[in-house]
């Protein structure tokens, strides 16, 4: 199975081991995020990372996340909210669903500009490498196939 067969909006709960909860759309709404103050879609290959939460946590711990920020953007000024947003984004897209805020934390923190936002943790599917890992396990309990041929 590839990394980077999952890495798009769902939750790696959700993805892995089929456990929905209401993480879960937290999940999907910081990728949303952040593709929106990209401009680039999360399957898109950014830097080093074969999706945008790598590239956007990366420079987010490098203090240079207006390089995520769509140039489109830019000139309207409001760097300090958009790098809030980035900041409540990388919440959302946390790998374990514990982490991550409820949504209605999330609006909380986007409609309130003096509530303090904690430091996300890295975000799920990160990785440095554009190749993605891959497993040579097999996914079934026997490696025996049986067909039977029936003539008609």
């Given at each position: 199975?590839?990394?980077?067969n999952?890495?798009g909006?769902?939750?790696?709960?959700?993805?892995?081991?089929?456990?929905?909860?209401?993480?879960?759309?937290?999940?999907?709404?910081?990728?949303l995020?952040?593709?929106i103050?990209?401009?680039?879609?999360?399957?898109?290959?950014?830097?080093?990372?074969?999706?945008?939460?790598?590239?956007?946590?990366?420079?987010?711990?490098?203090?240079?996340?207006?390089d995520?920020?769509?140039?489109?953007?830019?000139?309207n000024?409001?760097?300090?909210?958009?790098?809030?947003?980035?900041?409540?984004?990388?919440?959302?897209?946390?790998?374990?669903?514990?982490?991550?805020?409820?949504?209605?934390?999330?609006?909380?923190?986007?409609?309130?500009?003096?509530?303090?936002?904690?430091?996300?943790?890295?975000?799920?599917?990160?990785?440095?490498?554009?190749e993605?890992?891959?497993?040579?396990?097999?996914?079934?309990?026997?490696?025996?196939?049986?067909?039977?041929l029936?003539?008609?």
């Amino acid at each position: 199975m590839l990394l980077h067969n999952f890495s798009g909006y769902m939750a790696p709960e959700y993805a892995f081991h089929g456990l929905f909860s209401i993480k879960s759309d937290v999940f999907s709404f910081g990728v949303l995020t952040l593709e929106i103050l990209s401009g680039k879609r999360n399957s898109h290959e950014c830097g080093n990372f074969i999706n945008i939460l790598g590239h956007a946590w990366q420079l987010f711990e490098e203090e240079s996340w207006v390089d995520l920020i769509d140039t489109a953007l830019l000139p309207n000024g409001h760097s300090e909210e958009m790098m809030r947003c980035i900041n409540i984004a990388l919440l959302c897209v946390q790998e374990s669903a514990i982490d991550r805020p409820t949504m209605l934390d999330v609006v909380a923190m986007l409609s309130s500009k003096t509530m303090i936002v904690d430091k996300p943790k890295h975000p799920a599917y990160f990785t440095g490498d554009k190749e993605a890992p891959t497993t040579n396990q097999s996914c079934s309990v026997n490696d025996i196939t049986i067909s039977t041929l029936t003539p008609r």
